[in-house]
């Protein structure tokens, strides 16, 4: 069984950085590109940052570069998302998600059930 | 970026009831077109992928059409577990990109 579970999260004052794990079990996690979503209390979906099976490919939603950076370490079954300079506006839920291209389609089949940043004084 | 809207923002149903989101995206995404439902309090989870297939496991009452410009998502008979928020996503070119969400609520 695919699960995906995320860890990290907390209370941090403005300024401040975090960084976020996500750890994978049920499938070949070198296999599959990996994305962070994130969620603000009461707010929609907001894609954070995408890596690739093999990291040769990274791309961050346009106002989130440079704060954010995203990264995988494929023998430890891990995702990893490191964000500095952390926002009131970064508080959000951020939820990790495994990537199926089947036929050149991307979806995010399996989803971990999420670590709620809050950025607070 | 290519903005997805979804309409309508909020619906309200009653169980049984037949019921369609549209969602339109700002440039033509050919099928790369998914949906998410999400309940309070949980992640979100996929329902329907490349506009129109099923995903394994979802019960066949959700179906998906559409390409280009606009595409739907019908729930045929409404079940007390599908009140729910449902999103769609393009991921036919990056930044990826989410609709703002449609509530689905009990009349």
């Known amino acids: 069984e695919v699960e995906l579970v995320e860890s990290g999260g907390g209370l941090v004052k403005p300024g401040g950085s975090l960084r976020l794990s996500c750890a994978a079990s049920?499938?070949?996690?070198?296999?599959?590109?990996m994305n962070w979503v994130r969620q603000a209390p009461g707010k929609g979906l907001e894609w954070v940052a995408s890596i690739s099976s093999s990291s040769e490919y990274i791309y961050y939603g346009d106002s989130l570069k440079g704060r954010f950076t995203i990264s995988r370490d494929n023998a430890q079954n891990s995702l990893s998302l490191q964000i500095t300079g952390l926002r009131a506006d970064d508080t959000a839920v951020y939820y990790c998600?495994?990537?199926?291209?089947?036929?050149?389609?991307?979806?995010?089949?399996?989803w971990g059930q999420g670590t709620l940043v809050t950025v607070s004084s | 970026d290519i903005q997805m809207t979804q309409s309508p923002s909020s619906l309200s149903a009653s169980v049984g009831d037949r019921v369609t989101v549209t969602c339109r995206a700002s440039?033509?995404?050919?099928?790369?077109l998914n949906w998410y439902q999400q309940k309070p309090g949980k992640a979100p989870s996929l329902l329907i992928y490349?506009?129109?297939r099923l995903q394994s496991g979802v019960p066949s009452r959700f179906s998906g059409s559409g390409s280009g410009t606009e595409f739907t998502l019908t729930i045929s008979s409404l079940q007390p577990e599908d009140f729910a928020t449902y999103y769609c996503?393009?991921?036919?070119?990056?930044?990826?990109?989410f609709g703002q969400g449609t509530r689905l609520e009990i009349k």
């Open positions: 490349a506009a129109s």
């Open positions: 998600a495994r990537v199926n291209t089947g036929r050149s389609f991307s979806f995010d089949d399996h």
């Open positions: 440039q033509t995404i050919s099928r790369y």
């Open positions: 049920g499938f070949t996690f070198s296999d599959y590109s």
């Open positions: 996503q393009q991921t036919y070119d990056t930044p990826i990109t």
